[in-house]
């Protein structure tokens, strides 16, 4: 079984590593020590949270726009819009994520999409490719 650092815990769910700490203290996520000692966590320890933390929860609250149905979609603050001619380029943050949207210059003027924004993007593909990173030994 995939077994991560506290510190990657933290960065996979978009928390602090006193978060994490905080969470196995109070016995919503399993800790165990690793072979060098280090505090490590199950991969599959992670996949409730991770659920619990992309269905929105205080996000979805404060912002109904956060509420879809689509599985594909990053709520965030637009960070940059370009305009040309005819096309715009429009660069979201979502947390961790940046997503660059090309559209009509008059889409994005009809959405009045200017820096600082709250907005969301959806995706639609019809490939997906996964990747494993390459990972050091401890």
Known sequence: MTQFR???AAALLG???DTVRRW???GRIDVTRGANGMQMVDGAALLP???ELASGGALAEAFPLARASAR???VG???RVQ???VMAQVDLQ???FRVVSLMSREAADELGLEPGMLAAASAKATTVSIELPPRGDG
Do not use: H, K, W
Request: charged content about 30%; glycine content about 8%; aromatic content about 4%.
């Open 6 to 8: 506290i510190s990657e």
């Open 77 to 79: 603050l637009v960070t």
């Open 94 to 96: 979502a947390g961790p």
């Open 15 to 17: 928390v602090s590593d």
């Open 49 to 51: 949270l991770m659920e």
């Open 24 to 26: 196995a203290d109070q």
């Open 83 to 85: 305009r040309d001619g």
């Open 72 to 74: 594909n979609r990053f």
